[in-house]
């Protein structure tokens, strides 16, 4: 089939590059020129395993293309929409300016009988406008919303390997049609009996916020859970071992530290509090302000428990970040926890040198007040504290006994429990984490 993808971030890119490798004519279009030069070169935009060499088979295949004028997409049959949605400033409402634009920018192209593919997360009832206007300005015209539930660090295997397909259609007798439709798109990967809910467009608008908004109360719990076992002498992460080995509960996202970030979870929870105020059912979803709260305060209990370990003072103490990213295999650095709890240590007097495997850059642009190092041994020579706070398998696998030759003192805060405390405390280290006792 020839498909085109409206917008290429992070979601239209690996979308795209995906739609190319099961065998589809696709082309991606974004209005910024430079990304584009970068697709079109082969070039990744940013980081994500397994993207770039993805990107450059599809591109030598001839199957895919890039460009920065929307009629390109033109006779196209199916035409997705992959724009973020990113959180209104000032507001929790999601801000559906790129959606608009893209649904507009289509309109100079798509023909009766085409099918429009919204990926992008949006508010319930935005799929029904849409499907309105397309249907006023272009008869005959389709419309399907197809959410996408991409991992950071795992987007190629969630699109090409996914583990559901959700398809939200229309009412009535075009409904068949735009499944016969999205069943074309993704053959390959429905042949292989991958899970499939058809349902309205209202469900599948929800699904993604409905799934982000219980992940993030997962990981709020058990960091509520590590708030009460630092009051009442507890561990954490034996605790949180237990009631996985419950079936009905599981042991995944009840990982307690730092919480969560990133351009999804939290912008969705409360995207998904403003639409649930607009539609009269506020109530409804007013624990996931507790849980956004119990995610904040995780920063703010970071910084106190590395004063703590500083001695009572941050004031020109020297303290190595380890992890920049919001979450490894990354260099997204949205709303990252690491890089907020870098800032408010530097702001309270201390000396802080941040190192990542892959975001450093983006964090030099938007965080230029912040020292940067190649390496953790560079980060933390000298360093009076270690704060390991974006999971990395590099920090995971650091070695304490050599670690420890190169700071002043060997005190570890391990944001995200990630650490063997037993073999750094062995090495000599004072080990601290959230809601675990001191080692």
């Not at 920065?68 to 999601?94: I, L, M, N, S, W």
């Not at 309205?200 to 219980?214: G, L, P």
């Not at 590590?226 to 237990?242: I, P, R």
């Not at 007013?286 to 209990?301: C, G, K, S």
Request: charge should be negative; glycine fraction near 10%; charged fraction near 25%.
């Amino acid at each position: 089939m020839r498909i085109s993808v409206i917008g290429c971030g992070y979601l239209g890119a690996v979308h795209a590059a995906s739609m190319a490798e099961l065998g589809h004519e696709v082309v991606g279009i974004d209005v910024d020129e430079r990304k584009i030069a970068d697709l079109c070169a082969g070039r990744a935009p940013f980081y994500e395993p397994d993207f770039g060499e993805l990107l450059q088979h599809s591109l030598a295949s001839g199957r895919l293309s890039f460009s920065t004028d929307v009629a390109d997409a033109a006779g196209a049959q199916v035409h997705f929409v992959c724009v973020g949605t990113p959180q209104k400033h000032g507001e929790y409402a999601a801000d559906l300016r790129f959606v608009q634009a893209a649904a507009e920018s289509l309109l100079q192209v798509i023909e009766p009988g085409e099918l429009v593919v919204g990926k992008s997360t949006v508010p319930v009832g935005t799929a029904a406008e849409l499907a309105r206007m397309f249907g006023e300005k272009v008869p005959g015209s389709l419309l399907a919303w197809n959410p996408e539930f991409l991992r950071e660090g795992f987007a190629v295997r969630d699109t090409l390997h996914p583990d559901r397909l959700v398809y939200g259609v229309p009412d009535g007798p075009d409904a068949e049609t735009i499944v016969a439709v999205l069943d074309e798109v993704y053959a390959p990967i429905v042949a292989t009996g991958t899970p499939k809910v058809v349902t309205d467009y209202a469900t599948a608008e929800m699904v993604k916020t409905a799934a982000n908004s219980f992940l993030a109360t997962k990981i709020s719990f058990i960091n509520a859970m590590a708030e009460l076992c630092e009051a009442t002498g507890a561990d954490v992460k034996q605790l949180a071992d237990a009631i996985g080995f419950d079936d009905r509960i599981g042991r995944k996202f009840l990982n307690a530290g730092l919480g969560f970030g990133g351009g999804c979870l939290p912008k969705d929870i409360r995207g998904f509090m403003a639409r649930a105020g607009e539609l009269g059912a506020d109530q409804a979803l007013t624990f996931l302000r507790e849980v956004d709260n119990i995610n904040m305060r995780r920063r703010i209990r970071m910084v106190e428990l590395a004063r703590e370990v500083c001695d009572g003072s941050l004031l020109g103490k020297h303290i190595a970040v380890l992890g920049a990213a919001f979450k490894p295999d990354s260099d997204d650095i949205r709303d990252s926890p690491a890089l907020n709890v870098a800032a408010q240590l530097q702001l309270q007097g201390a000396v802080v040198t941040v190192t990542d495997p892959a975001a450093i850059e983006n964090s030099r642009r938007q965080w230029p007040q912040l020292d940067y190092a190649a390496t953790p041994e560079e980060a933390a020579e000298r360093a009076d504290a270690v704060l390991v706070l974006t999971e990395w398998r590099q920090y995971r696998e650091l070695d304490p006994v050599a670690f420890g030759e190169v700071v002043a003192r060997k005190r570890v805060l391990d944001g995200r429990n990630a650490l063997d405390r037993e073999a750094w405390t062995a090495a000599g280290w004072t080990y601290r984490a959230l809601g675990r006792r001191a080692g």
